[in-house]
């Protein structure tokens, strides 16, 4: 979905040139969210004004129309400076200029603002500010919010006589939004200054001092409301506050240090200038000025932490850029025989065939005393519950349920204080899935979170859970991150299990398996130059149907929906016991189809829907084990032979051919594989 950059300098002297290029640099780290339009806003020569450079297209564009900029000082040296960026993706109102941030009050630039997520209220406020003359020039929702800022901002000065402070102005604004939003302003009339807010969608702080932090945390600030009367849209009286300075910030002598901070709606945009961060929570409004920052709460909690601590990143710059691949989905493919080894490190002992999982060392009791375990997720992270849901279900004899993220809301499926609920998202930012997790919670459900991003909502809000360590993953078309979930869930189950004597061979079998399952990825990642054969005689392909069953049911599904991310060819995952009723009307000799054929216990089955594919002139490409026992047979067709496993790790292995045969069928197509079309990585609307 949308990014946000904002990046600004405190007694640390940068040239407008390098003002802009940090800002065009955090944009291009944000591209893999997918967007379909980019601006961002600087200071101008003097302190009323900004300058607002907007195009419809990618961040190389934006980077063109400014270099084009006749008088554009690029050497203005700024000690003191504050700079917003953002990658649009379309939702209300079509690509285009106007539609694009920053969004602006009027034409002065009075208040920039940029946007991520859905403000639900916008209509009605518009409604009300046309009424008091605003004129409006986009069709988005969140211009509304440039021009409620200014209406509040006269109406209180006009009113009382003086202004609002900018983070009572920004506290006003929040409380008449409805929805999700990770909001910047900007404003010449707090010069330096930013004010940032969050509900709902994601956003944090990097901080860069030359000078060690005196402190790993910062100061929520103390807040008195004013009870007397609400503020709303005609009551704007601000709120009294009392301040106090963040002691990370200050040198020994009490002022305020140099110190640069870059806001962005995920790490891969700060790590490169720095990797201590400060994640925001809902309703925290982060005020940065002459240097200090300081986070108040739009409402009062007393259950929530008076301070927020500043972490320290773990990833490396190396793993957000390509190296020697053409793609990130290539490279990302590539690196799952480390990626998957990383998800077990320090958790499975190999020795002994045991699995520790911390993360749910507080809770493993209750989730063995639960009645039922519900996962819930969307795309792919729901194809990974589908893939262990029988392991599950085999290990810990609980009733397993798998329930879409939105259709748990929908059909507001019943939760009790007795069950468990899995959530499992690559960002832990999806906006469905947290909206899930809200649900079961409020039922007293015990919540454990599967997420790959440490500091997300969804590894916050939760009870417990477990990171799946795969490292950044930039594709908007997820690889590693599905392998490690699916390695992540394995394990979870295996140590739910691990009081059972009975299930002790099982385990065992298993754990073996995880052992090898390294190698045999790399010999899976061996197919490559076969499969880029195979990709270029279905590149003209307007459909394509891949058959599976038992495990391998979640690796056809898997499999069909990296295809239609990244090929834009329809593709769809069929059990292969239901071809008889019905999709076998679809097979004749011009068909596409991909097999799964392992020998495992269903072998037998699925042997009986290739004759019947076979016999209608279907001629499959066949996914087998390297022992198959009828070799013979199979060699009149294309077979791609895989290593063999234990049944439940098998499709860990089978993915792996069919996610290189996607990035091959994209790249044979033309298609740029790591940023489809209309497909944002971080779902954080609706």
């Known amino acids: 979905m949308c990014g946000i950059f904002a990046y600004i300098n405190y007694l640390v002297d ?39 450079f907007k195009v419809v297209g990618k961040v190389v564009a934006l980077r063109k129309r400014i270099e084009s900029v006749p008088d554009l000082d690029t050497a203005r040296i700024f000690n003191e400076h504050a700079g917003v960026a953002h990658t649009r993706w379309a939702t209300h109102g079509v690509p285009s200029e106007r539609n694009s ?120 600030n103390t807040e008195v409301e004013n009870t007397e009367k609400e503020n709303d849209l005609l009551s704007v009286d601000a709120p009294r506050v009392r301040r106090t300075q963040s002691r990370s910030f200050m040198g020994e002598d009490g002022i305020v240090e140099p110190v640069e901070y870059i806001l962005a709606s995920d790490a ?136 879409n993220s939105s259709q748990l809301l929908d059909e507001q499926v019943p939760v009790f ?18 909206l899930a997790l809200e649900y079961c919670k409020d039922r007293g459900a015990l919540c454990v979170g599967v997420t790959n991003t440490v500091g997300s909502t969804i590894s916050r809000e939760t009870h417990c859970g477990v990171h799946i360590n795969a490292g950044p993953e930039i594709s908007v078309a997820s690889t590693k991150a599905y392998t490690s979930q699916f390695i992540a869930l394995v394990m979870i189950a295996l140590q739910l299990s691990d009081d059972n004597y009975q299930k002790a061979n099982r385990r065992r079998e298993i754990i073996d398996g995880l052992f090898n399952l390294s190698e045999h990825i790399r010999q899976a990642l061996a197919l490559d130059s076969q499969l880029k054969e195979i990709a270029l005689t279905l590149a003209s392909q307007e459909s394509i149907i891949l058959l599976g069953r038992g495990y391998q049911g979640a690796t056809c599904l898997e499999g069909a929906l990296k295809i239609k991310e990244v090929t834009y ?18 097979i004749d000799e011009k068909t596409a189809m991909i097999l799964v054929m392992n020998t495992d216990r269903h072998r037998a089955d699925v042997d009986n829907a290739f004759k019947q594919i076979t016999a209608r002139g279907g001629r499959p490409i066949v996914l087998a084990n390297e022992d198959d026992p009828d070799q013979e047979t199979l060699a009149k067709y294309t077979v791609l032979f895989v290593p063999k496993t234990v049944d439940a790790l098998q499709a860990i292995i089978n993915i792996i051919p069919l996610q290189l045969l996607s990035y091959h069928l994209a790249v044979a197509k033309g298609i740029d594989p790591d940023y489809p079309r209309n497909l944002a990585k971080s779902v954080t609307t609706q």
């Open 417 to 434: 204080r007795d069950d468990v609920c899995v959530f499992v998202s690559q960002s832990g930012e999806t906006k469905d899935t947290l």
């Open 268 to 403: 891969s945009a700060v790590i490169e200038h720095t990797k201590k961060v400060l994640y925001l929570e809902d309703d925290d409004i982060a005020h940065i000025s002459m240097g200090d920052l300081h986070i108040h709460r739009l409402r009062r909690d007393d259950s929530m932490s008076s301070i927020r601590s500043i972490q320290t990143l773990e990833a490396e710059l190396a793993q957000i850029q390509k190296g020697a691949f053409a793609h990130f989905m290539q490279k990302e493919v590539c690196e799952q025989p480390e990626s998957v080894v990383n998800t077990m490190r320090g958790r499975v002992s190999f020795d002994d065939h045991r699995v520790v999982l911390g993360g749910l060392r507080s809770q493993l009791a209750n989730i063995r005393r639960s009645r039922r375990i519900i996962f819930s997720a969307c795309g792919t992270s729901y194809h990974s519950c589908v893939a262990t849901r029988a392991l599950f279900a085999e290990l810990t004899e609980l009733p397993i349920s798998i329930e």
């Open 569 to 586: 060819i329809h593709a769809e995952g069929i059990l292969a016991g239901e071809l008889k009723h019905g999709p076998l009307a679809l």
């Open 101 to 220: 941030h920053p969004h602006t009050s009027d034409r002065k630039n009075e208040f920039l603002v940029v946007h991520n997520g859905i403000i639900t209220n916008y209509k009605e406020l518009r409604i009300i500010l046309e009424k008091f003359g605003f004129v409006f020039e986009s069709d988005t929702d969140t211009e509304v919010v440039a021009k409620l800022a200014k209406y509040i901002y006269d109406t209180q000065k006009k009113s009382m006589g003086s202004a609002l402070t900018f983070t009572g102005l920004v506290k006003a604004v929040c409380k008449e939004l409805q929805g999700a939003f990770a909001l910047i302003f900007k404003s010449p009339h707090f010069p330096g200054e930013l004010v940032a807010a969050r509900r709902g969608s994601p956003l944090l702080i990097g901080v860069k001092t030359a000078k060690k932090l005196k402190v790993d945390f910062v100061d929520v």
């Open 14 to 52: 940068r040239d407008r040139a390098f003002i802009l290029n940090t800002l065009l640099n955090g944009l291009a780290r944000l591209e893999y969210r997918g967007y379909d339009s980019v601006g961002l806003a600087v200071d101008g020569d003097n302190e009323s004004e900004s300058y607002v």
